[in-house]
């Protein structure tokens, strides 16, 4: 089944303390990006990345790092949380052919509370 | 950059009625993709609606259609015979179909969201 991966789906941490929240799609998507979810703002996107090797910001990456080592996975990293990064994250991936319409698939999400 | 927004925060309607929910975007561009998701509450993200830009006839997707104007900048959803499963958040969203350095820009854009109730 094709399909994208999150882990956790829930997660508490305390401010400071240094996560990862997993990615992995079997798709062999080569456009893979972040979003982070908050009332009233909808999803915006904080990375993407159009191949291995190949990531750059999107509207709000202050405060999240990301990596592409490997095709299948994009993890998200935040180094040093802060309360303000408490939301809904969501990854997604798209095949990426130029100038088809493609859709973009989503993961089941991971909720973050930080205090 | 382009923004989308739905100014309906919340909207309800009775079951097998039909309801129509907002959305309006801004862009300079002329290329690009439109799409409605729907959010239940397991938080899964499904899409519902696909639109493209170049093609002036509505998008139908069973009890699902838009209403596309273009030069209003507008797509609206209507779903009509609504079932209580459709209850949901709905997302409108816009994405480019610009194709830069050989690959498509992949950016989603979304609107704020508009939560739908459905009444039995």
């Known amino acids: 089944e094709a399909q994208v991966t999150q882990n956790p789906r829930y997660l508490i941490t305390v401010t400071g303390k240094k996560l990862t929240v997993t990615c992995s799609q079997n798709?062999?998507?080569?456009?893979m990006s972040w979003y982070r979810q908050d009332p009233g703002l909808g999803l915006r996107q904080i990375y993407y990345?159009?191949?291995?090797?190949?990531?750059d910001k999107g509207d709000v990456p202050e405060g999240y790092k990301v990596s592409r080592k490997e095709k299948r996975n994009f993890p998200l990293i935040l180094e040093s949380p802060s309360p303000n990064q408490t939301s809904l994250y969501f990854c997604?991936?798209?095949?990426?052919?130029?100038?088809?319409?493609?859709?973009?698939?989503f993961g089941q999400g991971t909720r973050l509370t930080v205090v | 950059a382009q923004t989308v927004t739905q100014s309906q925060p919340e909207m309800s309607v009775q079951e097998a009625e039909t309801v129509t929910l907002s959305c309006t975007y801004d862009?300079?561009?002329?290329?690009?993709?439109l799409f409605w998701y729907k959010q239940p509450p397991s938080r899964q993200m499904i899409l519902v609606i696909r639109?493209?830009?170049?093609?002036?006839q509505n998008a139908t997707e069973n009890r699902f259609s838009v209403n596309f104007q273009k030069a209003a900048k507008s797509f609206s959803l209507k779903i009509s015979d609504s079932q209580l499963g459709d209850a949901a958040m709905y997302f409108c969203?816009?994405?480019?179909?610009?194709?830069?350095?050989?690959?498509?820009?992949?950016?989603?854009?979304f609107g704020q969201g508009t939560i739908l109730t459905v009444h039995p």
């Open positions: 969203a816009y994405r480019s179909a610009i194709v830069r350095g050989g690959t498509s820009y992949g950016k989603l854009t």
């Open positions: 997604a991936s798209r095949e990426t052919l130029q100038g088809a319409y493609t859709e973009a698939f």
């Open positions: 990345s159009m191949n291995v090797e190949v990531t």
């Open positions: 862009t300079s561009e002329s290329d690009y993709y």
């Open positions: 639109q493209e830009a170049y093609k002036q």
């Open positions: 798709m062999n998507h080569e456009y």
